[in-house]
T-cell receptor
């Protein structure tokens, strides 16, 4: 079946502009995660959605970052007034209900964001 | 906060040799430890995982060991092949996170494995 998809695959933007990144999770996956991966670095947790519960936003680095998810479908990550340090690959992952044993996170291919 | 350290950052082995990657974690409540493989231009993919109620798990050429007392776990790849070349990430999660409804991994910084033909 279809995996996690993300769009766009690449985004180049000028410093100060806003960008919106999209994630389509695997159908039926109630949990959705966003991570940031800087060049040569590990995965940095940003935000987690689980069903209709309040999202865990503890990893968002600043108030320029926000994310939304409608129900158990598409999620968008928005970065306002982009800075050069925002340049990274943004990865989305989804999983089944964690409390029901849905431990495995399935990752999308990522969006490579370059802020010039 | 919780921290996961991973070593080495790069590892080169000859084809057919074994490779070992090690991680340590700080949160004693962690109870689930996945390993992900990331190929160039792709998202990470789960290759093996272990829960804290077992000490070792094996899947063909890949095995993971867990030492809860020392709070470290390792990935072992035997009979390495060129297609094993990738970046490998360890991660740790926590049952306390599950209970509160928060569920996230803390990832290590990755190991770039090169298998030389």
């Amino acid at each position: 079946g279809a995996g996690v998809s993300q769009s766009p695959s690449n985004k180049v933007t000028e410093k100060g502009k806003d960008v919106e990144l999209r994630c389509d999770p695997i159908s039926g996956h109630t949990a959705l995660y966003w991570y940031r991966q800087r060049l040569g670095q590990g995965l940095e947790f940003l935000i987690y959605f689980q069903g209709n519960s309040a999202p865990d936003k503890s990893g968002l680095p600043s108030d320029r970052f926000s994310a939304e998810r409608t129900g158990e479908s598409v999620s968008t990550l928005t970065i306002q007034r982009t800075q050069q340090e925002d340049s990274a690959v943004y990865l989305c992952a989804s999983s089944l209900e964690p409390l029901a044993g849905g431990y495995e996170q399935y990752f999308g291919p990522g969006t490579r964001l370059t802020v010039t | 906060g919780e921290n996961v350290e991973q070593h080495p950052s790069t590892l080169s082995v000859q084809e057919g040799d074994s490779a070992v990657i090690k991680c340590t974690y700080s949160d004693s409540a962690s109870n689930y430890f996945p390993w992900y493989k990331q190929e160039l231009g792709k998202g990470p993919q789960l290759i093996i995982d272990i829960r804290s109620n077992v000490g070792e798990k094996k899947d063909q050429r890949i095995a993971v060991t867990l030492n809860k007392t020392a709070k470290h776990f390792s990935l072992h790849i035997t009979e390495t092949q060129p297609e094993d070349s990738a970046v490998y990430f360890c991660a740790a999660s926590s049952s306390s996170d599950f209970a509160s409804g928060t569920y996230k991994y803390i990832f290590g910084t990755g190991t770039r494995l090169k298998v030389l033909a």
